[in-house]
C-alpha cells in the first residue's frame, strides 16, 4: 500500500513561515501529479498548490506569490514552502499524488494523513 508521510506543521505567528513534506514512503511505479488541498473546520477541502513531474504549477489565488511548490522526483518527495502566513491559512494541509503502484493498475489518488497548520497571535 502507498503511504503518504508529511511533517513540518505546527504553531506560527502571522507573517511566519513554514515549510512541510510529504514522503512517500513505498515505491510506485509513476507519479503524475502531486499537490497540496487543505481542510479548514467547517470547509469543504480545498486545492492549495500541484505540480507536475515537468515541474510545471498551479496555485489557488489565495496562495499565489505566498506559497511554492516543489517536488523531488528521486526521493518521492513534494514540498510545501508557505510564507507571509495569514491566520485564514490555518487549516489541516493533505498531500495528494496521483500514481500507479504497478504499469498495469489503474491512477489512483493517494492521501497524506494531514497535518495541522495554525496561524495565530
Known amino acids: 500500500q502507498v503511504q503518504l508521510v508529511e511533517s513540518g506543521g505546527g504553531l506560527v505567528q502571522p507573517g511566519g513561515s513554514l515549510r512541510l513534506s510529504c514522503a512517500a514512503s513505498?515505491?510506485?511505479?509513476?507519479?503524475?501529479?502531486m499537490g497540496w488541498y487543505r481542510q479548514a473546520p467547517g470547509k469543504q477541502r480545498e486545492l492549495v498548490a500541484t505540480?507536475?513531474?515537468?515541474?510545471?504549477?498551479n496555485y489557488s489565488d489565495s496562495v499565489k506569490g505566498r506559497f511554492t511548490i516543489s517536488r523531488d522526483n528521486a526521493k518521492n518527495t513534494v514540498y510545501l514552502q508557505m510564507s507571509s502566513l495569514k491566520p485564514e491559512d490555518t487549516a489541516v494541509y493533505y498531500c495528494?499524488?496521483?500514481?500507479?503502484?504497478?504499469?498495469?493498475?489503474?491512477?489512483?489518488?493517494?492521501w497524506g494523513q494531514g497535518t495541522q497548520v495554525t496561524v495565530s497571535s
Open positions: 495528494k499524488v496521483r500514481a500507479r503502484v504497478r504499469p498495469t493498475a489503474a491512477q489512483l489518488d493517494y
Open positions: 513505498e515505491w510506485i511505479f509513476n507519479i503524475y501529479h
Open positions: 505540480i507536475t513531474t515537468a515541474g510545471s504549477t
